[in-house]
Structure formats: structure tokens, C-alpha cells
């Protein structure tokens, strides 16, 4: 039975929406009336594609908090005992987002009409990527679809916190760096100008700081504007650049070479390759199929790259830490737990341990970046100041000389 969203008029005037699940559009209307709601539109969420086919929808940008709360919301219910159907409309019910909803019925229908869920989540590839659908596909055919939820609900929330950590530490540093620009700017091509203005009158020769000050703030006033605009340009050339992937890749290159940078970008990589894989492998997919498809959330293109080419090493027989420490990207840590992982048997919860041990080493390395650059910019920000201010009062202290 095909879902319908419906856009309806209650007894107040206010419109609602919502999904009903009927043989065809003027069911869903008649429904409506006889709960007393004048209906505006009705669409049916997907037709079947008839011959196997499965079309790539276009369901616009989900973000991760989203995705984590609906597979938080399936998992919880597929392991209530509820039907995939009914679980999977239970879910597109709660959610107060039209795309969600939209997303969601349609998978349902797919899945009415005979499909996996597997199948029904490929029709959306931007929102649920191959990892995802990988690892629901292995918890179908295992039987342990509930578990298996269950394990990506947990890695889209770790993912999605770990994100809004990043996010939330970077903002402050990002706002103080841009108000430090713009108030050091301010000052020189609006307020000194005015000050010194009233000693260049005296006709006399002022301090070489004040001259100094004098020569920065006419280039900021004359060029400033300029200058803005050759950041701006070069910014957008920047993006432009790195969305090729030749250059794209150097640049993620360049970035494994700067001292701090570099161990920062290998944790988080590490950190979400590691993840992935465990979930993966304890999810029952084959271990060269789960490398191949972890290697795609790893969003550094030479680590990716490594991955690729551990996976290609592996399938000739060598083991994966082994192939993984060849590249040299990967740290010796987590090297080592997944060597103790395959000796033992328990790769998947040695995978974990050194995911959960990479993020913890990547944000207190966070934090100490942060906590070390937040005073450093006060205090450079207060030493302009500081320059500025003394050359403006230089004049005023030698105010007596300068009469004269």
C-alpha cells in the first residue's frame, strides 16, 4: 500500500500536513474529510519502478543530528518487536521535517512492495552513505537487524557529537580572530587618522612610531578595501581549487606535513576509519568489502588512498595492520591494537578500543591547541593596541617640544 503526504485545512483554518498510507490519492481525501479536514494537496511519496529499477531521489541536505535521531528512533523501535514498516512509519510520523518524512515514506514503500531496507535507503545516497547501507544490508542477512540499528545509532550520535565539539571549540577562536581584525583595522583607517591629523598641523616632525603608525594607517585606508577583496578572491579561487581532485589531493598532502595540523587530521581519520571498520566487521561484512568501504569516510585523500591500497595488500594475503603501517599515516597505537585484534579474534572490539582512544587523544590535543591559541591572540591583540596607543600619546608626552 503506497504512502500519501497530505497538506489539509482543520476546523480552525490552519494547515497540516502528515502521511496516510491508502490504494490511491482520493482515499486519502475521503480519509481526510471524514476526520474533518478540507485537504489542498496529496502526493504519493514514490512510485514503484516497476521492472527492478530503483531511482536516485534528490532529497536535499539531512544533517547528522537528523540522522542520528532516526536511526536512534528505527533502532529503538525495530527492537521494541515492531514490524520494519510500522517502525519505519512510526518514524516519518514523529519527525517534524517535510524531507525526512518524505525520505523515510518512501523507504517504507519499498519496503511494502517486497525490497530490504537495504534497497530502500539506496534510492537516497547523499543521506545514507555506502557504510550505512552496507552495514544494514549484512544485519538483514544475519537476522540481527535490531543490533545492528542499534550499533549505527550509537556511531551516528558519536559521530554528530563529535562534530559539534569541533564546531562549538572553533567558534569562539574564530569570532575573536575576526573581531581582532576588524577593530585593529577600524582603529587604523578611522580613528588614528583624525588623532594624528591634529600633529601633523603643528608642522612638526613627529616620532618615528607616530610616522610608522601614520604610513600603516594611509596604506590600510587607501588599500584596505583592496586588500579584502584580493582575500576574498583568492578564497573563492582557494574552494574552486580543491573541489578538483589533483589539486585536492595536494593540498590534503600539505596538510600531513605541517607539525601540529598533520596529527590532528591523522586522529580524526584514524578515528572515523576505525569506527567504521568495526562496525562493519562485527556487522558480518566481509573484511575486504568493509575496508573498501571505510576507506570512503576517510576524508584525507593520501589516507584514503592508503586504505585503497592496504585493502588491494590484504586481498593478496598480508595482514591489515601490516598494510596500514606500510603507508605510515596511521598511528602506532592504533597499528597495534588492530595486530592484536586479528592474533586474537576480537578485530572489531580492538578496532573500537583504538577509535575510542584516537578521539580522546584528538580532543584534548584540541584543547591544548585552543587553550594555548586564545591567550596568544589576546595578547597580540593587545600589543597592537598597545603600539597604537603609544604612538598617539608619544606626540602628546613631547606636546612641549613640539610647540616650540
Keep these: 500500500m503506497p504512502a500519501f503526504e497530505y497538506t489539509a485545512l482543520n476546523a480552525k483554518g490552519q494547515e497540516e500536513t502528515g502521511i496516510l498510507d491508502a490504494d490511491n490519492a482520493r482515499q486519502v481525501r475521503q480519509l481526510l474529510r471524514d476526520s474533518s479536514l478540507t485537504p489542498l494537496q496529496v502526493t504519493q511519496v514514490e512510485k514503484s519502478e516497476g521492472e527492478g529499477k530503483q531511482k536516485i531521489q534528490r532529497a536535499g541536505r539531512v544533517k547528522a543530528a537528523d540522522l542520528a535521531l532516526l536511526t536512534r528512533q528505527l533502532a529503538t523501535l525495530v527492537q521494541s518487536g515492531a514490524p520494519l514498516e510500522e517502525a519505519l512509519s512510526t518514524t516519518a510520523k514523529q519527525t517534524e521535517k517535510r524531507n525526512i518524512r518524505h525520505i523515510l515514506s518512501a523507504v517504507r514503500t519499498r519496503v511494502v512492495e517486497g525490497y530490504s531496507l537495504a534497497d530502500g535507503l539506496k534510492s537516497y545516497p547523499s543521506v545514507f552513505p555506502d557504510m550505512y547501507r552496507a552495514t544494514v544490508a549484512a544485519g538483514e542477512q544475519s537476522g540481527h537487524l535490531d543490533a545492528v540499528l542499534d550499533r549505527l545509532a550509537d556511531y551516528t550520535e558519536s ?7 569541533i564546531a562549538t571549540a572553533m567558534f569562539y577562536p574564530v569570532i575573536l580572530t575576526i573581531l581582532s581584525i576588524a577593530i585593529v583595522a577600524g582603529l587604523l583607517a578611522f580613528i588614528v587618522p583624525k588623532i594624528i591629523a591634529v600633529f601633523e598641523n603643528m608642522d612638526q616632525e613627529l616620532p618615528v612610531m607616530t ?3 601614520v604610513k600603516v594607517s594611509d596604506f590600510v585606508r587607501d588599500y584596505g578595501l583592496y586588500i579584502l577583496a584580493v582575500v576574498v578572491v583568492l578564497y573563492i579561487i582557494f574552494k574552486q581549487l580543491t573541489k578538483i581532485p589533483k589539486w585536492r589531493y595536494k593540498y590534503h598532502n600539505f596538510l600531513l606535513k605541517i607539525p601540529l595540523i598533520k596529527k590532528m587530521v591523522r586522529g580524526l581519520n584514524t578515528a572515523r576509519f576505525a569506527r567504521t571498520l568495526s562496525i562493519l566487521a562485527s556487522s558480518g561484512v566481509p573484511i575486504l568489502d568493509a575496508m573498501s568501504i571505510s576507506a570512503q569516510v576517510v576524508q584525507n585523500l593520501p589516507m584514503r588512498k592508503a586504505v585503497e591500497n592496504a585493502a588491494v595488500k590484504v586481498r593478496e594475503g598480508m595482514t591489515i595492520n601490516r598494510a596500514l603501517d606500510q603507508s605510515g599515516y596511521f598511528p602506532p597505537m592504533t597499528v597495534y591494537l588492530i595486530a592484536s585484534g586479528e592474533s586474537s579474534g576480537k ?16 580532543d584534548a590535543m584540541l584543547t591544548n591547541m585552543l587553550g594555548i591559541f586564545e591567550p596568544m591572540l589576546i595578547l597580540i591583540m593587545g600589543g597592537v593596541v598597545l603600539l597604537i596607543v603609544l604612538s598617539i600619546l608619544l606626540p602628546i608626552l613631547n606636546l612641549n617640544q613640539l610647540v616650540k
Design 211 to 213: 610616522r610608522m603608525l
Design 347 to 362: 578485530l572489531d572490539e580492538m578496532l573500537e578500543r583504538a577509535a575510542v582512544q584516537q578521539e580522546r587523544e584528538t
Design 159 to 165: 559521530r554528530q557529537e563529535t562534530q559539534q565539539r
